[in-house]
């Protein structure tokens, strides 16, 4: 069976400080992958997505940036974090046919 | 642009009784549309898939439908119990590709003994 895993669960971090968040993928292959925010009281956003190794897509301008270095692997990177990059970030994966998605359990990043 | 609405935003109830949420959504040219369940502080987890060619989707006391003409889906929930507490989130593809999604905001439903 297929699993997601994010890592680290929780992270402060101050203001201007780099960003790494991981997501990796079990038990598939070709993997469409995603990653989304979650700010307070707020619904999820789609950030970026990806449909193959190197190949990013962004939704929305910001201080963020992905990148996809292997099939199931996704990384989600600041080189200088802002107070509003505070927020719960969820990576998610579906297949090549775009159905179903499933998400990991989420990194709460707190930017003091 | 797909915009997903979701009514209550919050909803208490009695354990056992049978209860409604309401999802709706602005492109009816629908690709799919997906429920979930978020516990507080933890990822979501994957409730129903109803494709554009279907009209509901059962799975044990969760039932979903799909209205593309109307722009809706409800999630039905039968015989509701404590552990059903949770925030219900329904989502629409971006477009016409299956899981680029855009969530509604959710409707945090709390089941009371």
């Known amino acids: 069976s297929q699993t997601i895993h994010q890592w680290p669960a929780t992270l402060v971090q101050p203001v201007g400080s780099p960003l790494s968040l991981e997501c990796t993928v079990e038990?598939?292959?070709?993997?469409?992958l995603y990653w989304y925010r979650q700010a307070a009281g707020r619904g999820l956003q789609l950030l970026f997505y990806?449909?193959?190794?190197?190949?990013i897509s962004s939704e929305v301008p910001q201080n963020l940036s992905a990148s996809r270095p292997q099939d199931r692997q996704f990384i989600l990177s600041s080189k200088k974090l802002l107070l509003s990059d505070s927020g719960f970030y969820l990576c998610?994966?579906?297949?090549?046919?775009?159905?179903?998605?499933?998400f990991g359990q989420g990194t709460r990043l707190t930017v003091v | 642009k797909q915009e997903v609405t979701q009514i209550p935003a919050a909803l208490s109830v009695p354990e056992g009784e049978n209860l409604v949420l309401n999802c709706s959504f602005t492109?009816?040219?629908?690709?799919?549309l997906q429920w979930f369940r978020q516990d507080p502080g933890k990822g979501l987890t994957s409730l129903l898939l109803?494709?554009?060619?279907?009209r509901e989707q059962t799975s044990g006391r969760l039932n979903a439908s799909l209205d593309k003409s109307s722009g809706r889906s409800t999630l039905y929930i039968a015989a509701s119990q404590p552990g059903d507490s949770a925030t219900y989130l329904c989502?629409?593809?971006?477009?016409?590709?299956?899981?680029?999604?855009?969530f509604g905001e959710g409707t945090q439903l709390t089941v009371n003994p």
């Open positions: 109803i494709q554009s060619s279907q």
């Open positions: 038990g598939t292959s070709n993997p469409n």
């Open positions: 989502a629409a593809p971006i477009g016409t590709s299956g899981s680029r999604l855009t």
């Open positions: 990806s449909v193959g190794i190197g190949q």
């Open positions: 998610a994966w579906s297949n090549a046919f775009n159905t179903e998605a499933f």
């Open positions: 492109d009816s040219a629908i690709y799919n």
